[in-house]
């Protein structure tokens, strides 16, 4: 039982006063400030760095995610950097020295249409041509690989076939936080709950500081990592407008059953994934509530939709039940890919935000390049593509194949 | 057949016997049992074996907080035993044994929680890195309750109704039905839900006078029929709430009889008002083994002897912090069960009648006591001490009746969005705000009097008539003196735990959650309940926050040595009750539109298939490259079923100004009996959509957009103008005509011989 022998119950993190001045000020305890603060720690020596969370650490898409994984984007600028962060995962479990739960056990996004598997060959290839695992299998196959599935004609949308992607997967979204937390907080990181930024200062196109609830801030770097709320914040406290619509996003669980799912199956005509976490529960969601809101609100359209889904794609779940219905936030861009930028419009504001619902999986790689930015003020080549301009410039990124209705109308 | 007969508030019908089988030997139960009480009545007293340790577990509550009793039931998973109604021919089985619930090889675990302290699973199984892809799989065979097989098909009709109402009253015990009663009696429609399987709720199985010589039981039984006379009062029993949402929209799922025409039902009630009348479970009292079979709460032992006619014991020690506790000692003595003594939490403040009539019966009573173990794999033992942990006293018994106090069932108002907070007089999370249309009554607020809470009951329903417009100042006023003169709130127990080191004491039994546990998590600086919850799994599993829910933030609030932590409620999530995924899909009719050449098409090999709403022929070969259909079409001819396509007219002097706002070309130049293919674009500057737009004659247009544009089309319109007021109509015909597109270098000659008219490119130019 070696293996299971643990060490005394030390704190994770401690609770330290604010300081009046940091090298960096990281707006947001989620995944990828948490992230960003642990390479600035580690990679570049930059210790004296807060991270401040209005809440507490994880309360926001980085505690309520279905922490699904893959690389099998469909763009050749978003494949780099989701490939990296899929690698980081093992490497992060060593280093940050906790488990993070990696089971790598494959994705299967279904096709239900003949058009669907053709549009399904561009991303294979793409994805292949970068390195990444990634091959269409028909409907017979899938059906080898989920024996719950349902692979008959006479459902509204019949499978017929999917694109596989072996290396993808699901990790467990809160040993990220905490893992991320506890060697940022051990290497010197000041992790602020319940602290809430309220303002930013600027002076000649320069950061200077920033206001919370507990008190004033100097510092030359800030980054905005508040995930939804991150718009609101870049308009509310500098004035600068991102494109983003904030979206309510529900998941759900079912009551936790032994292995009947190995893989992350996912149907967009059906607007619905399942995947089985560790603890056996069938995790579900997929489609965004089509209006813009900030409410973590839950509706009773959706966990029906979801059943009706899922009754059709895996029957044997109809004798299951739903135990727990939740929502978050998804803060989208026109072109569902992420604003990652910074010394751009001022001086020492960095933006790592408008990561919609697809924000777990990159977290790791993001993080690692962010922190290189903010610490040598150079923008590494594989975060260029993201940078705010490509909006004005009409540079969009073409990861959706059909475009998404989140705006105001519906 | 070993049951209690005589009682007048039994439930059940003995002369009626069921039959199942449980571990494949034949059982009898009786009509009006569930499967926990027939089982208990056949002597089964370990249902079940926890998540982590695979420690035994039996019946607690009966109304299904816990998966204690979660068997596989007709091959389905996770049943709650307590809460299913037996019937007849049914096959029981115990789930996450293995061996048999007395006997499981897993037991062993349980002298490995040492290996297993909070959150162990974070901190190890990688290192070195080989072994994570190895203890994976044996963690995910070790979790997980139930079982199901991947060709499993769930029998029984799942039915969907959706009816509206002016008041829904949640929760049939005497303030919802003094509720239901008030509202009804304004002349509003009521809809009344219950998950029990009858009304009544603490009043059905009490004989204790109500007043006036009329005890409890026939009082709700009274109040029970004035309902059943009164038309507008929809009844829904063995109906749980499920969820709450915007503009007072609940959800519920009912169980079927055997006389109903489904087996379960979805139901989603839009009401204007709501009364909240959930009452209250009890408070799990925290000591060593607390979860033993044989550990069962007041209610649980109450209710089995009075409404299921069996007596859960032989000889009971009782370990309460509430007087139903005392009257439960009482009402189980003079049935035959053997007391030896009543711990009560409480220094003082018991009821003196109830204290009395102990006395009467010489059951001692020690105040100020409370269990702190109990002992035996289902009990045989009791180790009982003063809260101060002075002494120690132990008493054989194959019965620890335990409960710390009552806890309100506040989830619908949570849901509701109420703000809650801990009041310090009851003990409870109650509600300090209460959002528009919605109230709350009865024993959730603390009440305890009987008449306190009916008229609480009263008070709720004419409120919430109000809210639908039948105001009734007078009658009002009226029901808020009746309250204010009614005993409010009764001072509730706040005693968290045994005085003991609890590494055994479970705080949550789903996931085999120890107060030590919780004081491990909080030492690795957890110090939020919402994070300890989720770093301890307290609260997470199949019965979410019905143990732990009130116990885990009092316990936090007071271990942690923080000042600045408040006794914070953690979040409550919808379904309040598990609902089958069947039963939420329930009939699901996939609906969907046909074209005007379907049959012809399907009838010609075409192979239809989805798209949007719309059923439309995808292809007509058996290979799937489609190949001669393919050459056909750029040989000779080929039609395309576009029907489904976004067609409509626009019209009004303000009719040009729309399509200039909304089509990136410039629509002014199209001429009449003129067509041209346009985009629009989202206010992002991205395309959203695209088809011809012809002109008809001045200001009056006919377009056409992608079938999935075709929904939303108009409000595009309506909502992009919407500052403007611009004078136009718009007609939504896609329903109205089919389209055919004909492509191919012989489509000008078929077209010319459908039109029976002579063509030519320069004629369409
Ligand atoms: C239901 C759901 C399912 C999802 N499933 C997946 C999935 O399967 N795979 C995947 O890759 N992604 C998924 N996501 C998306 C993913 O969770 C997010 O993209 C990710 O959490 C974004 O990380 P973040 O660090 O930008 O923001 P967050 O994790 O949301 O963190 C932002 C933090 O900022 C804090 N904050 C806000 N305002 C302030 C302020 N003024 N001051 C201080 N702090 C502030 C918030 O409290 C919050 O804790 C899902 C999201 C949801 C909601």
């Known amino acids: ?410 | 057949m070993n049951r209690l007969e005589k009682l007048p508030t039994l439930r059940i019908n003995p002369a009626h016997p069921i039959s199942f089988t449980y571990k494949n030997k034949t059982c009898q139960g009786v009509s009006g049992d569930t499967i926990a009480t027939a089982l208990y009545a056949n002597g089964i007293r370990i249902f079940s074996r926890s998540l982590k340790y695979h420690r035994p577990r039996g019946l607690y509550s009966l109304d299904g907080e816990s998966c204690n009793t979660f068997m596989e039931v007709d091959r389905i998973p996770n049943v709650c035993a307590e809460t299913t109604r037996l019937r007849d021919g049914m096959t029981v089985n115990a789930q996450n044994v293995k061996g048999t619930p007395e006997f499981d090889l897993l037991g062993f675990l349980d002298k490995l929680d040492w290996a297993m302290p909070a959150g162990f699973y974070y901190r190890s199984l990688h290192k070195p890195a080989w072994i994570w892809p190895i203890a994976l799989k044996q963690v995910r065979k070790a979790a997980g309750l139930g079982k199901i097989a991947p060709d499993f098909h769930i029998p029984g009709k799942y039915d969907e109704i959706y009816p509206q109402t002016d008041v829904c009253v949640i929760g049939g015990g005497a303030a919802g039905m003094s509720a239901a009663l008030a509202a009804a009696r304004q002349g509003l429609r009521v809809i009344l839900l219950e998950s029990r399987p009858w009304l009544g709720g603490f009043f059905d199985y009490r004989t204790v006078e109500y007043a006036g010589g009329v005890p409890l039981y026939r009082r709700a039984r009274d109040l029970v029929q004035q309902l059943e006379q009164t038309p507008n009062v929809r009844i829904f029993t063995h109906t749980a709430m499920i969820g709450a949402y915007h503009h007072n929209l609940i959800t519920a799922f009912q169980k079927g009889t055997e006389t109903d025409h489904f087996d379960e039902r979805y139901i989603e009630i839009q009401a204007q008002s709501i009364i909240v009348a959930t009452g209250c479970i009890e408070r799990p009292l925290l000591f060593e083994n607390n979860e033993r079979p044989g550990v069962i709460q007041i209610g649980c032992a109450h209710r089995l002897a009075y409404s299921f006619g069996v007596l859960p014991g032989k000889r009971a020690v009782f370990s309460v912090g509430h007087d139903l506790g005392i009257e439960a000692a009482i009402d189980l003595f003079d049935l035959g069960l053997e007391i030896p003594c009543l711990a009560d939490i409480r220094e003082d403040g018991q009821d003196a009648y109830l204290v009395a009539r102990l006395a009467e019966r010489n059951i001692p009573l020690l105040r100020g006591w409370i269990a702190v173990q109990a002992h035996g794999k289902t009990v045989k033992k009791a180790t009982l001490s003063p809260i101060d942990g002075s002494q120690q006293r132990d008493i054989e018994c194959d019965l620890l009746v335990a409960s710390a106090g009552m806890t309100p069932v506040t989830a619908p108002l949570s849901l509701l969005q109420a703000t809650l907070s801990f009041d310090d007089h009851t003990g409870f999370f109650l509600p300090i705000k209460l959002p528009p249309q919605v109230h709350a009554a009865g024993r959730l607020l603390g009440l305890t009097n009987s008449l306190s809470i009916e008229a609480s009951g009263r008070l709720a329903g004419i409120s919430a008539a109000a809210d639908c417009g039948r105001q009734d100042v007078s009658k009002l006023n009226e029901a808020r003196e009746e309250l204010s003169r009614l005993p409010g709130p009764q001072r509730g127990s706040k005693l968290v735990t045994a005085p003991l080191k609890g590494r055994k004491t479970f705080i949550c039994f789903d996931e085999d959650t120890t107060v030590k546990n919780i004081r491990q998590a909080i030492q690795m600086g957890f110090d939020e309940p919402e994070l300890v919850k989720r770093f301890t799994a307290a609260g997470t599993g199949p019965g979410q926050g019905g143990i732990p829910g009130h116990n885990l933030p009092l316990f936090i609030a007071q271990t942690n040595s923080d000042g600045d932590v408040k006794t914070k409620a953690t979040t409550v999530r919808a379904p309040l009750v598990p609902a089958f995924i069947a039963t939420y899909a329930a009939s699901k009719h996939d609906m969907c539109k046909r074209t005007p050449v379907h049959d012809m098409q399907e009838k010609a090999g075409g192979m239809m298939r989805r798209i949007g709403v719309w059923q439309r022929a995808r292809y007509f070969s058996q290979d799937l490259s489609c190949r001669e259909e393919i050459e056909n079409v750029r040989n000779n001819v080929g039609m395309l079923d576009a029907s489904t396509l976004g067609k409509f007219r626009i019209w009004g002097p303000d009719a040009l100004k729309a399509l200039q706002r909304m089509y990136v070309s410039d629509i002014s130049r199209v001429c009449e009996g003129k067509i041209k293919y346009s985009a629009m674009c989202n206010e992002d500057g991205c395309i959203i959509d695209d088809g011809v737009i012809v002109k008809r004659a001045e200001n009056d247009y006919y377009f056409t957009t992608s079938t999935g544009r075709a929904g939303s089309t108009v409000e595009w319109f309506r909502y992009h103008t919407r500052y403007d007021g611009w004078n136009f109509y718009m007609v939504n015909l896609t329903d109205v005509f089919g389209v055919i597109n004909l492509a191919g270098p012989n489509a000008l000659r078929v077209l010319e011989k459908v039109a029976d008219t002579y063509l030519s490119n320069e004629a369409l130019a």
């Not at chain 1, 060593?94 to 598997?117: K, Q, R, T, V, Y």
């Not at chain 1, 199956?265 to 976490?277: D, E, I």
């Open chain 1, 1 to 410: 039982m070696g293996f299971l022998m643990l060490k005394k119950n030390k704190r994770f993190w401690q609770r330290v006063a604010l300081q009046s001045h940091y090298d960096a000020v990281i707006i947001g305890g989620g995944l990828h400030g948490l992230a960003t603060a642990y390479f600035l720690a580690r990679q570049h020596g930059m210790t004296n760095v807060a991270v401040v969370e209005k809440e507490y650490i994880g309360f926001g898409g980085a505690g309520r995610n279905t922490a699904i994984v893959r690389a099998n984007q469909r763009t050749p600028e978003n494949i780099p950097l989701y490939r990296e962060a899929l690698e980081l995962w093992p490497v992060l479990t060593e280093e940050l020295d906790f488990n993070l739960m990696f089971n790598n056990c494959g994705n299967l996004n279904l096709m239900h249409s003949e058009a669907a598997m053709n549009a399904a060959r561009m991303n294979v290839a793409t994805a292949q041509f970068h390195g990444v695992e990634s091959h269409l299998i028909d409907a017979r196959q899938c059906k080898e690989l989920v024996p719950a599935l349902n692979i008959s004609e006479d459902i509204t949308f019949p499978i017929i076939g999917a694109m596989y992607h072996p290396p993808g997967g699901i990790l467990r979204h809160d040993a990220v936080v905490w893992g991320l937390a506890k060697s940022a907080s051990r290497l010197g990181v000041h992790i602020h709950q319940h602290t809430e930024t309220t303002s930013i200062g600027v002076e000649n196109h320069k950061i200077v500081s920033v206001d919370t609830n507990r008190g004033k801030i100097y510092t030359p770097r800030v980054l905005l990592a508040a995930g939804g709320y991150s718009a609101a914040i870049s308009y509310a406290m500098l004035g600068i407008k991102l494109p983003i619509s904030v979206l309510t996003i529900q998941a759900m669980v079912t009551q936790p059953l032994k292995p009947i799912l190995d893989h992350v199956v996912s149907s967009g005509a059906y607007h619905a994934y399942a995947n089985q976490t560790l603890k056996g529960e069938i995790a579900t969601g997929a489609h965004m509530d089509p209006w813009p809101n900030y409410t973590t609100h839950t509706t009773a359209y959706y966990i029906k939709h979801q059943a009706e889904a899922l009754a059709e794609l895996l029957p044997c779940l109809r004798g299951v039940k739903f135990m727990r219905h939740w929502a978050g936030l998804a803060d989208m861009t026109p072109d569902m890919a992420p604003i990652l930028d910074g010394n751009d419009l001022i001086e020492g504001y960095y933006m790592d935000c408008g990561w919609g619902y697809f924000g777990f999986k990159s977290c790791a790689a993001t993080g690692k390049y962010m922190a290189q930015f903010m610490a040598s003020g150079q923008c590494s080549d594989i975060l260029k593509p993201f940078a705010l301009r490509r909006f004005a410039q009409h540079r969009l990124m073409g990861e959706t194949a059909a475009l998404v209705n989140y705006s105001p109308d519906n």
